[in-house]
């Protein structure tokens, strides 16, 4: 057990007590039916997904692309590390070690800012994985289209500040 | 058990990338990816269960005119506001996450709550800030980071609920989702 997990379930028993005390066992019942149905849905499509991305993760040239986004590189570069960082295969586990390797390899502070923000919102494992299954491609088409600013803005916002206080330490 | 389109789709795309894996990295690469898919599934799994009955549990707690009164159509700034908070505070993975988003969407929240509390969740959740960013990336950056990032869910939210005036982007009743 890890502590997220006792996170995640704990929050499950204070619900599951609070639903029982308004309305007994029978809130209980509705309540695990209807996360039953879901889990149904997922069935088939989860493991198949979760195949995919282990796939991708052979398959994306990840290191070749360092080069665009450095220091110097820009809007240009910001944009670019957005696209990366929605690139970058797999979970925190695997994209943030990845995320290091473009640090060392001279990639700029506010374009490390796209990056990371851009895995985040991009995220194609995880629109994959978990957001198609559970809420459709309309979904996921409006989501897009909402957040597709968002990685750059955060690039701008930080090489703003990065111009007033100075560059910014790494590890 | 019923097989939808979007499970054909799926099969679709792991035998395509499958394909493509194998003619590039031969058969190890293979046997290596199904292999690092079975572990993730059940490191995914009770964390999964945890999302879908939250998911559940709320939708018995909260009722549909609550949700609709504090993040629908009408709930104005003050729901983006509530939504992205709401995100920001969620604990766990896609799989904890994205039921708890169904579940609203049944509640009646709308699509620019919708977008605020997956926003604010992806790019604000403390769990993975904790656990991944900080140790790897460092305290400074992490808190550049986050500070950039702060605006940008209600921003979401709002470019959604302009989205939305477009039948491409405008999301069908959660009720009438056949599957």
Known sequence: ?171 | MKIARTDIVFAALAAITGGITYARFGGGAVWESVERAGTLLLVVLPQLAAGLLIGGLVTRLVSREKVARWLGGSSGMTGLLLASLAGLLTPGGPFTSFPMVYALWIAGADAGALIAFISAWSLLGFNRLIVWELPLLGVEFTMLRFVVCLPLPVIAGLIARRLGRWSAFRLDDPAGRAE
Do not use: D
């Not at chain 1, 670019?80 to 990845?98: H, K």
């Not at chain 1, 990685?151 to 330490?169: D, Q, S, Y």
């Open chain 1, 1 to 171: 057990m890890n502590g997220p997990l006792i996170l995640v379930w704990l929050a499950v028993i204070v619900l599951a007590v609070m639903v029982w005390r308004r309305e007994g066992v029978v809130g209980l019942k509705e309540g695990g039916v209807s996360a039953l149905g879901i889990a149904k849905t997922l069935s088939l499509r989860l493991p198949l997904a979760l195949l995919t991305a282990s796939f991708l993760i052979h398959i994306i040239p990840v290191e070749q692309m360092t080069r665009l986004i450095g220091p110097t590189s820009g809007l240009a570069g910001i944009i670019t590390a957005a696209l990366v960082g929605g690139l970058l295969p797999g979970g925190p586990m695997t994209s943030f070690p990845i995320a290091i390797v473009f640090m060392h390899a001279g990639a700029g502070v506010p374009q490390m800012v796209a990056l990371v923000a851009g895995w985040s919102v991009f995220a194609m494992h995880r629109m994959l994985a978990y957001e198609a299954p559970i809420m459709g491609w309309k979904f996921i088409a409006l989501r897009m289209g909402s957040s597709l600013i968002l990685p750059v803005l955060a690039g701008l916002f930080a090489e703003g500040i990065v111009a007033v206080v100075g560059e910014i330490a790494l590890p």
